[in-house]
């Protein structure tokens, strides 16, 4: 995969942990689903993993998903991406494998049987490795492909998706930032910040205060809300 994720990751212990598992996982074919609260950088560290963590064996694709999101879009989307093999058969090029990122997995809005349509078809091929052929009414296999999800906990339109589903995946729970955490990452992003305008030493100097006392500020507010 080409190298062109921009996002700035600032490491940590959770991120290493993370960043670990993945690459076992993935490299031997495993698929995975990223879960944690909004912000614990589930996204950012699937993105970079994909685009600069893995080796030349592997293509990666990306979904995001929504409450729109239809069955027949997906289908289509990762159809169109794909090289024929042979009859009845895609997958990536000869000799790569084809990692697809599908972001806000538990986004798409549920039918009046309580399904997800979009989920359900990535289920068929999980389960069946493939899907029908629309126009043709035939099965299509689709061969050397893999996925790993992110999803945050129901709520604010996410829902709940199928056991069914989730038992295809290996989960890994990126958990929220410590104090700890939130300083050095926070404080790095300030430094740079700071490093890059016409600021004077005694300004440049006041990155970790004004960080610990946001955070005690938001940690606060939390807590009475």
């Given at each position: 995969?080409?190298?062109?994720?921009?996002?700035?990751?600032?490491?940590?212990?959770?991120?290493?942990?993370?960043?670990?598992?993945?690459?076992?996982?993935?490299?031997?074919?495993?698929?995975?689903?990223?879960?944690?609260?909004?912000?614990?950088?589930?996204?950012?560290?699937?993105?970079?993993?994909?685009?600069?963590?893995?080796?030349?064996?592997?293509?990666?694709?990306?979904?995001?998903?929504?409450?729109?999101?239809?069955?027949?879009?997906?289908?289509?989307?990762?159809?169109?991406?794909?090289?024929?093999?042979?009859?009845?058969?895609?997958?990536?090029?000869?000799?790569?494998?084809?990692?697809?990122?599908?972001?806000?997995?538990?986004?798409?809005?549920?039918?009046?049987?309580?399904?997800?349509?979009?989920?359900?078809?990535?289920?068929?091929?999980m389960d069946h490795a493939g899907w029908y052929?629309?126009?043709?009414?035939?099965?299509?296999?689709?061969?050397?492909?893999?996925?790993?999800?992110?999803?945050?906990?129901?709520?604010?339109?996410?829902?709940?998706?199928?056991?069914?589903?989730?038992?295809?995946?290996?989960?890994?729970?990126?958990?929220?930032?410590?104090?700890?955490?939130?300083?050095?990452?926070?404080?790095?992003?300030?430094?740079?910040?700071?490093?890059?305008?016409?600021?004077?030493?005694?300004?440049?100097?006041?990155?970790?205060?004004?960080?610990?006392?946001?955070?005690?500020?938001?940690?606060?507010?939390?807590?009475?809300?």
């Amino acid at each position: 995969a080409s190298s062109t994720y921009s996002e700035v990751v600032v490491p940590t212990v959770d991120y290493f942990r993370n960043e670990f598992l993945m690459d076992e996982l993935l490299n031997n074919g495993y698929h995975v689903l990223c879960t944690g609260e909004t912000g614990t950088g589930k996204s950012v560290s699937v993105k970079k993993k994909l685009l600069e963590g893995m080796d030349e064996h592997f293509t990666s694709m990306f979904l995001n998903f929504s409450a729109q999101t239809q069955a027949n879009q997906t289908q289509d989307i990762i159809d169109s991406k794909l090289d024929k093999r042979r009859k009845g058969v895609l997958g990536p090029p000869v000799g790569k494998r084809c990692v697809i990122m599908v972001d806000d997995l538990n986004m798409p809005a549920k039918e009046i049987y309580g399904a997800q349509p979009p989920v359900e078809i990535l289920r068929q091929w999980m389960d069946h490795a493939g899907w029908y052929d629309r126009d043709e009414n035939v099965f299509r296999e689709l061969v050397d492909i893999q996925f790993i999800a992110a999803m945050g906990p129901p709520g604010g339109g996410r829902t709940f998706i199928t056991q069914r589903y989730i038992r295809h995946f290996n989960v890994l729970n990126f958990v929220p930032f410590s104090d700890q955490s939130l300083t050095r990452v926070f404080v790095t992003i300030v430094d740079w910040f700071l490093a890059k305008g016409n600021y004077g030493v005694a300004v440049k100097g006041l990155s970790e205060k004004v960080v610990k006392a946001t955070i005690d500020v938001y940690n606060t507010i939390s807590l009475n809300l």
